[in-house]
T-cell receptor, first 114, second 112 residues
Framework: ETGVTQSPTHLIKTRGQQVTLRCSSQSGHNTVSWYQQALGQGPQFIFQYYREEENGRGNFPPRFSGLQFPNYSSELNVNALELDDSALYLCASSLPGTNTGELFFGEGSRLTVL | QKEVEQNSGPLSVPEGAIASLNCTYSDRGSQSFFWYRQYSGKSPELIMSIYSNGDKEDGRFTAQLNKASQYVSLLIRDSQPSDSATYLC????????????FGTGTSLTVIP
């Protein structure tokens, strides 16, 4: 148990719809990162939030957006869903500026786009 | 060129044997290196981290880092069936805002 919780755990959407995924970080962790993991692939970095500001973004289009709240929880929003958005979406919390830089993952939200 | 490359496997070893997993990375500025284990349908869990050249041992696991060769490995001694999982190599470069680059993972099966 990492203390990172995500919701929902599974969801099914159709092309063109919008989805919001939620994440509560581990206590004391003020940095949240989101990753997309397609089947058979490693996690791909979407973006990171630190103190409510986006602090780095991977190679994902603007229809992927996020928020971080004062309690460090976070949301990932995806608009205009495409079939290729079907994946496991992982939230990870961490402490910036530490020597370890370890990521602590939640159990993920599995999105299926039909 | 991919940032982090791993052999996808599958790798099969008999119970009690040593499993050797390898990873190469492209960014010479990389500073932190991690091995995550991911069971089917679950999220990755950290099993080892290594930051300087050489070996780091933790129980049955040994991580090895060679920055000159841009190479990271994980050895699992006395492999157990419960070690059967996908092992992900991850690399972090501080100047990319703590962004982690993951390999595609190596699938390991330990045969009883």
């Amino acid at each position: 148990e990492t203390g990172v919780t995500q919701s929902p755990t599974h969801l099914i959407k159709t092309r063109g719809q919008q989805v919001t995924l939620r994440c509560s970080s581990q206590s004391g962790h003020n940095t949240v990162s989101w990753y997309q993991q397609a089947l058979g692939q490693g996690p791909q970095f979407i973006f990171q939030y630190y103190r409510e500001e986006e602090n780095g973004r991977g190679n994902f289009p603007p229809r992927f957006s996020g928020l971080q709240f004062p309690n460090y929880s976070s949301e990932l929003n995806v608009n205009a869903l495409e079939l290729d958005d079907s994946a496991l979406y992982l939230c990870a919390s961490s402490l910036p500026g530490t020597n370890t830089g370890e990521l602590f993952f939640g159990e993920g939200s599995r999105l299926t786009v039909l | 060129q991919k940032e982090v490359e791993q052999n996808s496997g599958p790798l099969s070893v008999p119970e009690g044997a040593i499993a050797s997993l390898n990873c190469t990375y492209s960014d010479r500025g990389s500073q932190s290196f991690f091995w995550y284990r991911q069971y089917s349908g679950k999220s990755p869990e950290l099993i080892m981290s290594i930051y300087s050249n050489g070996d780091k041992e933790d129980g049955r696991f040994t991580a090895q880092l060679n920055k000159a060769s841009q190479y990271v490995s994980l050895l699992i001694r006395d492999s157990q069936p419960s070690d059967s999982a996908t092992y992900l190599c991850a690399v972090n470069t501080w100047n990319t805002g703590n962004q982690f680059y993951f390999g595609t993972g190596t699938s390991l099966t330990v045969i009883p």
